[in-house]
């Protein structure tokens, strides 16, 4: 009692000095128009167009080099699961999430632990096909969002971690579990879940904000019978689960959330045909949960490539007319621009050395290399299972107009039922900016090995990302060149940096595995 | 070089079939179909993470788990996951197909372990000492770190491809035990050559590397800490070792000493 006595009373000291009066409002307006206060970090992808781009310029190209760590936060329960939460950050408080479950709030100046929320969380939790791990929360209005592991979504109390409401999305013994972010738009908090590799059936939900009440539901699959069924053979549609993040235009009022692979993930003999909506992106009317329209990128998908990486809404001009265009750099190794009003296929261009299709079509389809199916021998196909990118997110930058994109190149032997990676020293990652109306790359900068960190670009002319074995870095974002690092150490880390500001000061901060680190100018 | 490992287990892997007792299971039609599906599942279920052969990726080598803690104790792992890692439990496996999956990782840990050698240990111990291999090889703590440790070398690698290794070092240089998802198993013992900006060559093996550093150690034991920014040139040299080759031991020396090293095991 007596320590959380101290926690209060610290925590009124430091309303006076950083503003966190005002940390449990954060109404969607302010979340609507997140470029104007670039201090804060109040969604996932930063905004609700994933741009993951600060306007903050303080740290900038001219004075990088000089960044320093400022606090590390380290986890005090370590259970061989690693941080992956992107960090929310409103009026100086920091909301982060320790595996599986755990909010926990943090002065954003300090690194300071103010308050933590865990859930019960049954011993024989299932999460096949995942990890026990969380990508982060949402905030609106007083209350902070969390999907939980055994697949619960749970509204906190956002000044002090006070659960207001919990609701069970869909049955954890049914193989649904939660690791992604839920997202939060006008009186509505949106959440998927994970579990697909186990048969477990995509849905997307939305839950009134203030109660918890669902509002609607979308499954990503057909039933026997419905539209797109025929797609499935004779097999039950399963799968192609929403596990990671979604964006959304407040215009059209339309969600975009990318699904995963169809279950079983390998072989696909039982399951002949494109098994929609697996693989695809989905346009979801945020009122009614109607499918607006999709695109599947990779149809019968045979090798885990899930097309659940990060959507990217850009407003650019195609041929001399302005566009409304989603962009994304997809698990199978091509990037592509979409019309994000229609879903009709704008441009699409590989940003690996991919070895399975000769190209795309006119439609976006990709025109198939006999290797796409595997040998019972095995066939050595680019990318592996886990991707030419996985689940970490890229950045776009408006004014330069480049997608900074995590690239993976590495290899597996693939089988019918099942693969084994290249060895390591075959493989390499590399930051890659590519145009983001036509996926051409504009520079890389080579990592020695794949990457599992989300890039972060900012208005200073830098993109933030990290390497394999623990480098945190920053690049010049009109050539690539590295104009600082720091050595975090950490075998795999995977991160998503995000920066925002306190008192005047700008922060870039980063986990590794069981760190948050933040780094400022001296 | 990948593919002479992929060659060397996947003959492994078939002579570890055919030794499979005919008695077992129904007869050998009934054992082959069993292990069929048994591999099936492991394939689908196991191998994302423990690797297709079961030697480990995100999770760790599973090959020996049936040899060394027995059938029953392999199946309860499968059943009930292990809490705390990234084990789940596979409840909705029937107890046939968790046995079926059991008896599939016995084949794999049969093709790991190989045919073991002819020769005699103790023998096998005088050579090891006689050509001083623990001036670079450790063995219960005592010896020298510029090779590998061979404590439980004889749980890790059969005695024949021992033998091989003695005669060619470097020819089939093992992969790094401890992997993550993103990235296969990495070479260990993989010697460079380093050219820096101001001409100087270093050629060691690398202890550490990441996107803009190496350490390398030369075949005297000297660690050299390079930025990759400060050097000209930096290539691999695969299939080259410090270790010199045994080729001119007797067959009978060779095969004694393959023989020891392929009695250090793992404690059971």
């Known amino acids: ?522 | 070089m990948r593919l002479v490992l992929a060659i060397f287990t996947a003959t492994a892997i078939l002579a570890g079939l055919i030794a499979v007792p005919a008695s077992a299971a129904g007869g050998p039609q009934g054992r082959a179909r069993e292990l069929s599906t048994g591999k099936e599942l492991f394939e689908s279920s196991c191998s994302s993470c423990h690797g297709l052969d079961g030697s480990g990726g995100l999770g760790p080598n599973i090959q020996h788990m049936p040899a060394t803690l027995g059938d029953e104790a392999t199946a309860k792992i499968i059943k009930g996951g292990v809490p705390g890692t990234g084990m789940p439990a596979f409840a909705g496996f029937t107890d046939a197909q968790i046995s079926q999956i059991v008896a599939h990782l016995r084949t794999l840990g049969d093709a790991a372990m190989g045919v073991v050698s002819t020769g005699d240990p103790d023998k096998g111990k005088a050579v090891y000492d006689a050509n001083s291999c623990a001036s670079c090889h450790m063995v219960n703590g005592v010896g020298g770190n510029l090779g590998p440790d061979l404590t439980t070398i004889g749980s890790l690698r059969p005695s024949d491809f021992i033998r091989l290794e003695i005669q060619n070092p470097g020819g089939n240089l093992p992969k790094s035990p401890v992997t993550g998802i993103a990235v296969g198993k990495w070479t260990e013992y993989l010697i460079f050559r380093a050219v820096t900006k101001d001409g100087q060559v270093i050629e060691g093996m690398r202890e550490g590397e990441s996107t803009l550093e190496i350490v390398l150690e030369d075949s005297k034991g000297n660690y050299h800490s390079l930025h990759k920014a400060d050097l000209q040139s930096l290539e691999k040299e695969p299939g080259k070792s410090f270790m010199p080759s045994q080729s001119s031991l007797s067959s009978v020396d060779l095969n004694n000493l393959a023989a020891y090293l392929g009695s250090l095991k793992a404690a059971p």
Not at chain 1, 178 to 207: E, H, Q, V
């Open chain 1, 1 to 522: 009692m007596s320590a959380l006595k101290h926690v209060l009373a610290l925590a009124l000291v430091m309303v006076a000095s950083s503003g966190w009066a005002s940390a449990q409002d954060v109404p969607y307006q302010r979340i609507l128009n997140a470029d104007k206060t670039p201090q804060d970090w109040l969604t996932y992808g930063g905004d609700y167009q994933s741009h993951r781009f600060s306007g903050l310029t303080q740290i900038n190209k001219s004075n990088v080099a000089k960044l320093r760590p400022v606090w590390i936060f380290q986890r005090s329960q370590l259970n061989g699961e690693f941080f992956e939460a992107t960090p929310v950050v409103a009026d100086g408080l920091m909301y982060i999430v320790e595996p599986p479950s755990t909010v926990t709030a943090l002065d954003a100046r300090t690194g300071m632990k103010i308050w933590s929320w865990s859930p019960k969380m049954p011993k024989d939790v299932k999460y096949i096909g995942l990890h026990a791990n969380n990508r982060g929360v949402a905030i609106l209005d007083d209350m902070v969002y969390v999907g939980t592991l055994d697949c619960h979504l749970a509204a906190l109390d956002a000044k002090t971690g006070a659960l207001r409401w919990i609701v069970e999305v869909e049955k954890n013994s049914d193989n649904h579990a939660i690791s992604g972010n839920p997202l939060a738009i006008d009186g509505k908090i949106i959440m998927g879940t994970g579990g697909g590799d186990r048969d477990a059936r995509g849905l997307l939900d939305a839950y009134d904000a203030k109660t918890g009440k669902r509002l609607w539901r979308v499954w990503t699959v057909p039933n026997k019978g419905e539209e797109g069924a025929d797609t499935w053979g004779d097999a039950v549609p399963n799968g192609g689960d929403v596990w990671n993040g979604g964006s959304y235009d407040p215009e059209l009022n339309l969600l975009y959330y990318g699904t995963g692979n169809p279950s079983p993930a390998f072989g696909g003999q039982t399951r002949p045909g494109d098994n929609l909506n697996t693989c695809s992106l989905l346009a979801i009317d945020a009122n009614t949960g109607q499918i607006k329209w999709h695109f599947q990128f990779t149809p019968h998908d045979i090798h885990d490539w899930d097309a659940t990486q990060i959507p990217v809404l850009i407003d650019s001009t195609v041929g001399g007319k302005p566009r409304k265009l989603v962009a994304m750099a997809n698990r199978n190794g091509f990037y592509y621009v979409l019309d994000r009003v229609t879903g009709e296929f704008i441009a699409g261009a590989p940003y690996i050395s991919q070895n399975w299709a000769k190209g795309l079509d006119e439609k976006g389809r990709p025109i198939l290399l006999p290797s796409y199916y595997p040998a019972a021998t095995g066939t050595l196909t680019n990318p592996s299972t886990s991707g030419a990118n996985n689940w970490t997110a890229p950045s776009y930058d408006p004014e330069n107009k480049l997608f900074y994109e995590s690239a993976r190149e590495l290899s597996a032997v693939f089988t019918p039922t099942g693969s084994n990676f290249q060895s390591g020293d075959d493989a390499y990652g590399a930051i890659r900016a590519l145009d983001s109306l036509t996926g051409k790359q504009k520079w890389q900068f080579r990592m020695l090995a794949p990457g599992w960190v989300s890039t972060l670009a900012t208005a200073g002319g830098l993109v933030f990302s990290g390497d394999d074995e623990g480098d945190f870095f920053a690049l010049n974002a009109d050539t690539g060149k590295l104009l600082w690092s720091f050595p975090l150490s950490g075998l795999d880390p995977r991160d998503s940096p995000v920066t925002y500001s306190v008192g005047g000061k700008q922060y870039v901060v980063i986990s590794s595995i069981n760190i948050y680190a933040a780094f400022g100018l001296p």
